[in-house]
């Protein structure tokens, strides 16, 4: 295949993308429109949790395909009904509501939560809808999501922002106790942020935050679009801390590649009314037919266990990478890790695992200072070595 600078030109301009355009897919590896392999350990932003085009998803599409593709979200169907039932057994919430996007699952969470303070209004009898958020989280491209995240800069690029959502520092508790008023509803943050740089909120901080919004009457809404289905080494990343939630939202893994989201709360929770929620794409059985698929495939017996142990293998491998090269070591949680380079070579070292020949690496750098690590949940030992030998010829010339 030829790479066309026009067809490139014709497309909307919102990032800077290298040269290459990927034609095929499996497992770990990518190949390139001229031929050339890629190990990778992005893998569409912790999107292709098995992979690239895992079989359980192909038969998953191919079969729903033929069977039903949409009769409409007006009506139930099997996929959808399967894959909630399933959600709702597995966690700690009983309501189950399908979308397209992390953004959007955001976006109905925010909903739900601003729902939730009209119907209990504070002791002046007035609308609670304040959500308390955190700098340098990130919830999403929306205007709502937008304004939830704490992206630097991202409070002006469309402005006027969406109101009602006061920052506070992760791993701070008296910063969120400080911005709690009579208007606050809820408190959203991620379990690990993730393009913030990989940075766990932490068990101390998690029960800690339980327990304050629980004094104050607050929803504690976990966005676990990256650290949900199976990343962190639990199913869902608030079982890492030994905590419940009120509302999570769940994206990326779910679909395993496909466009899928979910937005989860418990009974109490659960208030919207008919015509507060909906989406033409809602629940759709060809996407929930893959969810069913992907997620059966993570609860078969051991596949977490395994997650958790090349988790630490990668965790050990990147700490020996850090001891080498005088770095500042790494963290994260089961298959969502950093290296904290300690110079600002991330975009450089980006770059050169990419155009490595013969082989390319996929890697990303969230933060300057850092490289991200979001394998497939399957990836190998021995696909973790060969990652390690490509990083290495990287910074034996950066570092
Ligand atoms: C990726 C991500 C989102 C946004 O999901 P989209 O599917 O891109 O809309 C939201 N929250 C977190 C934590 C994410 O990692």
């Given at each position: ?69 949409n ?56 609308n ?11 919830h ?11 992206k ?66 607050l929803?504690?809404?976990?966005d676990?679009v ?7 080494g ?21 679909g ?9 709360c ?30 059966k ?98 910074l034996?010339?950066?570092?």
């Open positions: 295949m030829e790479f066309s600078q026009y067809a490139v030109d014709k497309l909307m301009f919102v990032a800077n993308k290298p040269p290459v355009v990927f034609t095929e897919g499996q497992g770990s590896w990518l190949t390139d429109h001229a031929g050339k392999r890629y190990l990778d350990f992005m893998q569409g932003w912790a999107v292709n949790c098995l992979g690239h085009s895992p079989q359980c998803m192909q038969d998953a599409l191919v079969t729903q395909g033929k069977k039903l593709i009769p409409s979200p007006a009506f139930y169907n099997e996929p959808a009904l399967e894959l909630a039932a399933l959600l709702a057994t597995r966690s700690c919430f009983d309501r189950v509501f399908f979308l397209s996007s992390g953004a959007e699952a955001n976006e109905g969470a925010i909903k739900l939560a601003r729902k939730y303070g009209k119907v209990h209004k504070n002791t002046a009898g007035q609670r809808y304040e959500i308390i958020t955190f700098n340098h989280g990130f999403g491209r929306t205007l709502a999501t937008m304004s939830a995240s704490g630097p800069g991202w409070d002006t690029i469309f402005a006027p922002q969406v109101d009602g959502f006061p920052k506070a520092e992760i791993g701070d508790l008296a910063s969120v106790e400080k911005l709690i008023t009579d208007k606050t509803v809820a408190v959203m943050l991620e379990p690990v942020q993730g393009e913030g740089g990989v940075i766990p909120a932490g068990r101390e901080f998690m029960q800690g935050l339980r327990a304050l919004t629980e004094k104050h009457g929803l504690l809404i976990c676990e990256q650290t949900g289905m199976g990343r962190t639990e199913l869902f990343g608030y079982q890492l801390y030994g905590i419940e939630p009120d509302i999570m939202t769940l994206g990326k893994g779910i395993g590649g496909v466009p899928l989201a979910a937005l989860l418990t009974e109490r929770v659960a208030c919207f009314e008919p015509g507060d929620q909906g989406g033409t794409y809602t629940g759709n059985p060809l996407m929930t037919a893959v969810g069913l698929a992907v997620t495939e993570m609860l078969k017996p051991g596949f977490l266990q395994t997650v958790k142990d090349t988790g630490s293998y990668l965790r050990r491998e990147l700490l020996k990478l850090s001891e080498r090269y005088g770095m500042q070591g790494e963290r994260g949680e089961g298959l969502l890790r950093a290296l904290q380079l300690g110079k600002d070579i991330g975009p450089a070292a980006v770059e050169a695992a990419r155009d490595l020949q013969p082989t390319g690496l996929l890697i990303n750098s969230p933060r300057p200072n850092l490289l991200r690590f979001m394998p497939a949940l399957n990836v190998t030992k021995d696909e973790i070595d060969q990652m390690i030998v490509l990083l290495t010829q990287v034996d010339k950066l570092a």
